[in-house]
């Protein structure tokens, strides 16, 4: 029974996270390193623990996490939203609670495309009049 683990994917802007959850200590490796040395501001860190805090299974699960793409604020997103799912596929009777705290819901805010004609998204070109 020890080989029993659970798999999801997070997404958050272009950052895509695959997530393990193994029964453990609580121990949290992102790419192969420690929690502490892949995101060292512990705001990021602080979301990462989120789903786990509010679900009391912070001692029971290590975190296995392997992220690619985005920003560190992006990732984290990532990580999160996959943890939280593979919570769900842990124990079906957590979604409520991940639900209300709203860590299921893929955050959909990306980068808006440029537009031709104008130099960014939103943003002109000056504009002469005389």
Do not use: C
């Not at 029974?1 to 695959?18: E, L």
């Not at 943890?83 to 805010?109: C, H």
């Not at 004609?117 to 005389?130: E, I, P």
């Amino acid at each position: 029974m020890a080989d029993i683990s659970y798999n999801a994917t997070g997404r958050r802007k272009s950052a895509v996270a695959r997530v393990t959850l193994k029964p453990g200590s609580g121990k949290i490796t992102v790419n192969r390193r420690a929690l502490e040395a892949f995101f060292p501001r512990e705001t990021l860190q602080m979301i990462i623990r989120m789903p786990l805090e509010l679900t009391s299974m912070l001692t029971r699960y290590d975190v296995v996490a392997n992220v690619t793409g985005g920003g560190m604020a992006g990732q984290a997103g990532a990580i999160r939203h996959g943890i939280s799912r593979a919570l769900i596929a842990a124990d079906a009777d957590l979604r409520a609670a991940l639900k209300k705290g709203g860590f299921l819901t893929r955050d959909p805010r990306t980068k808006e495309r440029k537009k031709y004609g104008q130099k960014g998204a939103r943003a002109r070109f000056q504009y002469s009049k005389r």
